[in-house]
C-alpha cells in the first residue's frame, strides 16, 4: 500500500483529503505544519508528499525533503489555492513535481498521481 | 423533442457529419440546442427543431457544430504520446533523413490540446532548426477550431494532463486564462474540415492522429473516413486512433503497429505494398 503525508493548516481539508487517499487505496497520514511533517518523514519517508502551498514554511519543507540524503525521494504535490504562474514556479524550483489547485475532487488528484507514475 | 424532429435532426447530423445520434441521447441533444435556438431567435428549441427540415446552411451548421463532442485535454491517453515520442518520431526522424520533412494532420482537433502536445513534443526534441514540420489542425467545428488557433485555455483545461514543467515553460499567464507560446501557436495551421468531405488538399501525411471521433460515426461513415485516411497516410505513416476505438469491421488496411500501446496503427502490408505482393 502506498503511503501519502498531507500536509495542511486546515483540518477539515487533512480530513477531506485523507478521504479521498483512502478511497484511492492509499495509507494516509496528515500533519499541521513543516516541523511535525518533516518528523514523520524521518520516521517513514512517504511515497508522495502533499504540500500546502499557503502554509507558513511549505516552500522551506519542500526544499528541506529535496535536501535530505535519504535512500528514497518522495513525489512532491504542492496544493494551492491560486492559480498564479509565480506560485507554481517557486513550488518547482523548491522540488515540487506537480501541483493541484484546491478544491479538488477524487478525479483530478488521481489524475495528478497517475502522470507523477504514482498510480 | 417529438419522434419527427428527433429523426430530422439525426439524419442532419449523419448526413452532414456521418454522427451517429442514438435515441438515449434526446435529452443531450435538446440541452446542446438550446443556446443555438436563442441565438437564432426562436423562443424555443422544438421551433428551432421544426425549422430542420428546411434550414439554411448556416443553421444547420450551427446545429451540427453545437451536438459535436468537444471533449480534450493535453497528452490525453498519455501512453499515446510517449509513443510518439518514443518510437514514432524517432523512427520517422530516421526514415525522413534525407527529405528531412514531417506531416502531421490532427483530423479531430477539438480546441487545440492534441496538436498543441505534439507541437511541444516536436519543440522539445529541438529539430525544428533543421527540419520543415507541417502540423496541420482541423475539426468540423468552426467555433473549436477558432479556439484552437487562438490557444487560450481556462484553469481548469491547463491542469489536465498538462506537467507543471510544461505549463510554466510554454504558457503565459493571461488573466484568469492561460495562452499557449506563440512558438507553439505558429507551428500549427489550423482549419474547418469535415472528414466526410473530399480528402484531395492533404496528402502523404506521416502522422494521422484521428482521435475519438470515428466513435461516434455511423458505419457507413467510419469505413469512408478510414479509407480516406488511408489514403493520405505515407506507406510507412503511423494512424493514431482513441484508445477505446477499433477498425473491426470498418476497415482491414490497417494493423496495430504495437500490441502495448492501444490506438496506434500502421498500413496493413496488403495494403500498403498490393504490388510487391502481386508478384
Known amino acids: ?119 | 423533442m417529438n419522434a419527427a424532429d428527433f429523426i430530422c435532426l439525426a439524419d442532419l447530423l449523419k448526413r452532414r457529419a456521418g454522427f451517429h445520434l442514438a435515441p438515449s441521447k434526446t435529452h443531450l441533444a435538446t440541452s446542446r440546442l438550446a443556446p443555438v435556438a436563442r441565438r437564432y431567435g426562436f423562443r424555443k428549441t422544438d421551433e428551432l427543431l421544426a425549422e430542420l427540415r428546411d434550414a439554411p446552411e448556416d443553421l444547420a451548421r450551427a446545429v451540427t457544430d453545437a451536438m459535436m463532442i468537444n471533449e480534450s485535454s493535453f497528452f490525453r491517453d498519455k501512453s499515446c504520446f510517449e509513443h510518439f515520442r518514443g518510437v514514432i518520431l524517432p523512427s520517422l526522424l530516421s526514415a525522413r533523413a534525407a527529405s528531412r520533412r514531417l506531416r502531421i494532420w490532427c483530423a479531430a482537433a477539438a480546441t487545440g490540446q492534441e496538436p498543441y502536445s505534439l507541437a511541444i513534443i516536436l519543440d522539445e526534441a529541438k529539430i525544428a532548426k533543421d527540419w520543415r514540420i507541417e502540423l496541420i489542425a482541423t475539426d468540423i467545428s468552426s467555433a473549436a477550431i477558432a479556439r484552437a488557433a487562438e490557444g487560450r485555455y481556462s484553469h481548469y483545461e491547463v491542469q489536465r494532463g498538462l506537467p507543471a514543467q510544461t505549463l510554466v515553460r510554454y504558457f503565459a499567464q493571461d488573466g484568469e486564462h492561460w495562452r499557449i507560446s506563440e512558438r507553439i501557436r505558429r507551428m500549427v495551421s489550423f482549419h474547418r474540415f469535415n472528414l466526410l468531405d473530399s480528402y484531395g488538399w492533404l496528402a502523404e501525411m506521416d502522422v494521422i492522429f484521428c482521435r475519438n471521433a470515428l466513435l461516434y460515426f455511423e458505419p457507413l461513415a467510419k469505413r469512408a473516413c478510414l479509407r480516406g485516411l488511408s489514403d493520405v497516410l505515407a506507406a510507412d505513416g503511423y494512424l493514431a486512433l482513441g484508445a477505446s476505438e477499433t477498425m473491426e469491421g470498418a476497415s482491414t488496411a490497417f494493423a496495430p503497429d504495437d500490441a502495448s500501446v492501444r490506438g496506434i496503427y500502421r498500413k496493413a502490408r496488403s495494403a500498403a505494398w498490393p504490388i510487391a505482393l502481386a508478384s
Not at chain 1, 75 to 84: G, N, P
Not at chain 1, 91 to 112: I, R
Open chain 1, 1 to 119: 500500500m502506498k503511503h501519502c503525508l498531507v500536509v495542511d493548516e486546515s483540518r477539515i481539508i487533512r480530513k477531506v483529503v485523507c478521504h479521498l487517499l483512502e478511497e484511492m487505496k492509499f495509507y494516509a497520514e496528515e500533519a499541521e505544519e513543516s516541523m511535525s511533517a518533516l518528523e514523520s518523514c524521518r520516521v517513514q519517508m512517504p511515497d508522495v508528499v502533499l504540500v500546502n502551498l499557503g502554509n507558513s514554511g511549505g516552500l522551506e519543507l519542500m526544499r528541506a525533503l529535496r535536501r535530505g540524503k535519504t535512500e528514497k525521494q518522495p513525489v512532491i504535490i504542492a496544493t494551492m489555492t491560486e492559480h498564479d504562474i509565480g506560485h507554481i514556479a517557486a513550488a518547482l524550483s523548491a522540488g515540487a513535481d506537480e501541483f493541484v489547485l484546491k478544491p479538488f475532487d477524487l478525479h483530478s488528484l488521481q489524475e495528478k498521481f497517475v502522470q507523477t507514475g504514482l498510480m
